[in-house]
Antibody
């Protein structure tokens, strides 16, 4: 069965960077895209970006462009999300999700990870 | 960018009664391939979102048939024919890579 296991909670200071990992299993890693979505406390869902483990192609939300980077490690079927120049409003639960398909334009999150809480505080 | 607007933002429903959530897009979501990639998710309290409906009206595996989706162009609706206690949570529509604000469903 498809599983996504995320790394543990993080506490960071403003200006620092954070890397959250998403280890996948139960399917062919390169056949499906991976999306990242975050949710600030008490708020809605915000799409952050997408990566194709097959090609390495990425798409990022415009408001996060330049601060977010997605990368894959096919040897461990893991996708990493790095967010830099952290601010207090980056405090959120960060979810990885395996997409329905491998094609960016016609796919959507299907299987979701449990989420990783990132707290940004001085 | 497309803006997805959900109404209402909250809903209190008596068990066994129907519920309806609207999702309106700021522009048509019909893609050049003829498909409409409008989906619905439920996020139960303390849980990750889960896929309910994809491509407007296709129920995801394991989703009860009391859930249905409809719509076209810019206007879409999620309906629950008879709300049950396990249906509480926040419902989100999603088009492309944009989510609606969410609609919180509670039981009376």
């Amino acid at each position: 069965q498809v599983q996504l296991v995320q790394s543990g909670p993080e506490v960071k200071k403003p200006g620092a960077s954070v890397k959250v990992s998403c280890k996948t299993s139960g399917y062919t890693f390169t056949s499906y895209g991976i999306s990242w979505v975050r949710q600030a406390p008490g708020q809605g869902l915000e799409w952050m970006g997408w990566i194709s483990p097959y090609s390495g192609n990425t798409h990022y939300a415009q408001r996060l462009q330049g601060r977010v980077t997605l990368a894959t490690d096919p040897s461990t079927s893991t996708v990493d999300m790095e967010l830099t120049s952290l601010r207090s409003d980056d405090t959120a639960v960060y979810y990885c999700a395996r997409d329905r398909h491998g094609r960016y334009g016609s796919s959507w999150p299907e299987y979701w990870g449990p989420g990783t809480l990132v707290t940004v505080s001085s | 960018d497309t803006v997805m607007t959900q109404t209402p933002l909250s809903l209190s429903v008596t068990p066994g009664q129907p519920a309806s959530i609207s999702c309106r897009s700021s522009q048509s979501v019909l893609e050049t391939d003829g498909m409409t990639y409008l989906h619905w998710y439920l996020q139960r309290p303390g849980q990750s979102p889960q896929l309910l409906i994809y491509e407007v009206s296709r129920r995801y595996s394991g989703v009860p048939d009391r859930f249905s989706g409809s719509g076209s162009g810019t206007d879409f609706t999620l309906k629950i024919s008879r709300v049950e206690a396990e249906d509480v949570g926040v419902y989100y529509c999603m088009q492309g890579r944009t989510f609606g604000q969410g609609t919180k469903v509670e039981i009376k």
